[in-house]
């Protein structure tokens, strides 16, 4: 059974950073692109940060700068760096792995930035 499982989230003041966490079971990680995604209250989940089996990375222009995305493959791990947070960040954060037509969700983890 594939699973993915986002933590890290949590109440930031602007300016202030989080690091989350996406750690996958049940499938080859290695094999997967990861992109993590976000839905704040009222508007469409919107694609944040993505990264590619070898590493590519790709990011939504309202986070260059300020995100990174990581993976780490013996943890089956991704992670996604936040720094410089906004009250426009506050959102529910999920993780997305993809492989041709294979693409399993998270449940999200909630980021608020807030002061």
């Known amino acids: 059974q594939v699973q993915l499982v986002e933590s890290g989230g949590g109440l930031v003041q602007p300016g202030g950073s989080l690091r989350l966490s996406c750690v996958a079971s049940?499938?080859?990680?290695?094999?997967?692109?990861v992109r993590w995604h976000r839905q704040a209250p009222g508007k469409q989940r919107e694609l944040v940060a993505v990264?590619?089996?070898?590493?590519?990375?790709n990011y939504a222009d309202s986070v260059k700068g300020r995100f990174t995305i990581s993976r780490d493959n013996a943890k089956n791990t991704v992670y996604l760096q936040m720094n410089g947070l906004k009250p426009e960040d506050t959102a529910v954060y999920f993780c997305?792995?993809?492989?041709?037509?294979?693409?399993?969700w998270g449940q999200g983890t909630q980021v608020t930035v807030s002061s």
């Open positions: 990264i590619g089996r070898s590493d590519i990375t």
């Open positions: 997305n792995a993809v492989s041709g037509r294979d693409s399993n």
């Open positions: 049940g499938i080859i990680f290695s094999n997967y692109a």
